[in-house]
């Protein structure tokens, strides 16, 4: 698994998400937190992008994840 950090650009690509959907997932608890990498920057762990991902799809096709 990998720990890098990803931009929210990048999660945005991934998921086909919009920020805003993204913050308000963020703040249901129904989306990994993001990490503070500056005064003014956020990242995602890009593992836990993944996982997210995964359990979506499997969920999606009625598999326990």
Same mark, same amino acid.
């Given at each position: 698994? $990998?720990?890098?950090f =990803? %931009?929210? $650009? *990048?999660?945005q690509r #991934?998921t086909g998400?919009? /920020?805003? @959907?993204?913050? #308000?997932?963020i /703040? *249901?608890? #129904?989306?990994?937190?993001s990490? /503070? =990498?500056?005064? %003014?920057?956020?990242a995602? =762990? &890009? $593992? &836990? =992008? !993944? !996982? @997210?991902?995964?359990? %979506?799809? +499997? *969920? $999606? #096709?009625? !598999?326990? +994840?």
């Amino acid at each position: 698994m $990998s720990q890098s950090f =990803i %931009r929210l $650009s *990048e999660v945005q690509r #991934r998921t086909g998400y919009s /920020k805003v @959907w993204i913050y #308000r997932l963020i /703040k *249901e608890q #129904r989306f990994p937190q993001s990490v /503070k =990498i500056g005064s %003014r920057s956020i990242a995602f =762990i &890009e $593992s &836990e =992008i !993944e !996982e @997210w991902i995964n359990q %979506r799809i +499997a *969920e $999606s #096709r009625g !598999e326990v +994840a």
